[in-house]
T-cell receptor, first 117, second 111 residues
């Protein structure tokens, strides 16, 4: 158990809908990262938050957004869903950001499996 | 952008054999991490490396941070059936806060 929790574990929805994925980081971790993993694309970094502020953006679509709340949990919002958005979505957390070394080590949650029909 | 080349893409081995996989980059990395992912689960951290030349073991697993800072390898000794899964290398490039992942090595172990 990495200490990172994600809900829900599974989500089935229809095209055009909007969903929210939730992540709680490990105790003491200030950074939260979101990743998308599909069969043919591997792990793709989406976005990072550090202590409530957006810190880095990866390959995140404009239909997707995220935020990190004062209690440090994070939500990833996916809207106008398309069939191709079906994937595993992982959240990871680390102590800090921008520094080198052990504080940057990321620990992953169990993921949310999204299926868009 | 920065990319990691991980090889081999897949391996089929007999139980008891040793395994070696590696990752290379065209640019310098500050950290190297090795993760294992089981089907439908999140990646689990196996070994983290923070200094060039560092050699670290975790049970039957050994990983090294290459001296050039552009490569890393992971060895698994005396493989067992529960070693089956996908192994990912990942690292932080210079000035990069987000991790870059290799495409994974899928390991199959025949009892």
């Amino acid at each position: 158990d990495s200490g990172v929790t994600q809900t829900p574990k599974h989500l089935i929805t229809a095209t055009g809908q909007r969903v929210t994925l939730r992540c709680s980081p490990r105790s003491g971790d200030l950074s939260v990262y979101w990743y998308q993993q599909s069969l043919d694309q591997g792990l793709q970094f989406l976005i990072q938050y550090y202590n409530g502020e957006e810190r880095a953006k990866g390959n995140i679509l404009e239909r997707f957004s995220a935020q990190q709340f004062p209690d440090l949990h994070s939500e990833l919002n996916l809207s106008s869903l398309e069939l191709g958005d079906s994937a595993l979505y992982f959240c990871a957390s680390s102590v800090a950001t921008g520094a080198m070394g052990i504080q940057e080590t990321q620990y992953f949650g169990p993921g949310t499996r999204l299926l868009v029909l | 952008g920065q990319q990691l080349n991980q090889s081999p893409q897949s391996m089929f081995i007999q139980e008891g054999e040793d395994v070696s996989m590696n990752c290379t980059s065209s640019s310098i990395f500050n950290t190297w991490l090795w993760y294992k992912q089981d089907p439908g689960e999140g990646p689990v951290l196996l070994i983290a490396l923070y200094k060039a030349g560092e050699l670290t073991s975790n049970g039957r697993l050994t990983a090294q941070f290459g001296i050039t800072r552009k490569d890393s390898f992971l060895n698994i000794s005396a493989s067992i059936p529960s070693d089956v899964g996908i192994y990912f290398c990942a690292g932080h490039g210079v000035g990069q806060g987000n991790l870059i992942f290799g495409k994974g090595t899928k390991l199959s172990v025949k009892p």
